[in-house]
């Protein structure tokens, strides 16, 4: 079992800054992947960022260049900095991750955090 544990939402003013992190508890290890999802009102859930286990990461279109995924502690924190934010970019984001069993591949899901970018 993995869990996982946001905190950072909140409201911010345009072009202003914000930082998501997401603790993971549990079976750490067997975590291959993790990232952030979101879903903005009245859209269903696209990704924002994602980070394997050797670092790689990957982007949405919408963020590259102004948000960063990165990890603390050996993988067990993550975060999502975001820097000049849009209104586009008001959404709940969920902390994921992802692992591998012989039963098959299992996500796992933050509770979600309210971000809320004002003109």
């Known amino acids: 079992q993995v869990q996982l544990v946001e905190s950072g939402g909140g409201l911010v003013q345009a072009g202003g800054s914000l930082r998501l992190s997401c603790a993971a508890s549990g079976r750490m290890f067997a975590i291959n992947i993790m990232g952030w999802y979101r879903q903005p009102p009245g859209r269903q859930r696209e990704l924002v960022a994602t980070?394997?286990?050797?670092?790689?990461?990957n982007y949405a279109d919408s963020v590259k260049g102004r948000f960063t995924v990165f990890r603390e502690n050996g993988k067990d924190l993550l975060y999502l900095q975001m820097t000049d934010l849009k209104p586009e970019d008001t959404a709940v984001y969920y902390c994921?991750?992802?692992?591998?069993?012989?039963?098959?591949?299992?996500?796992?899901w933050g509770q979600g955090n309210q971000v809320t970018v004002s003109s």
């Open positions: 994921n991750a992802v692992t591998f069993s012989p039963s098959g591949r299992t996500d796992y």
């Open positions: 980070i394997i286990r050797g670092g790689s990461t």
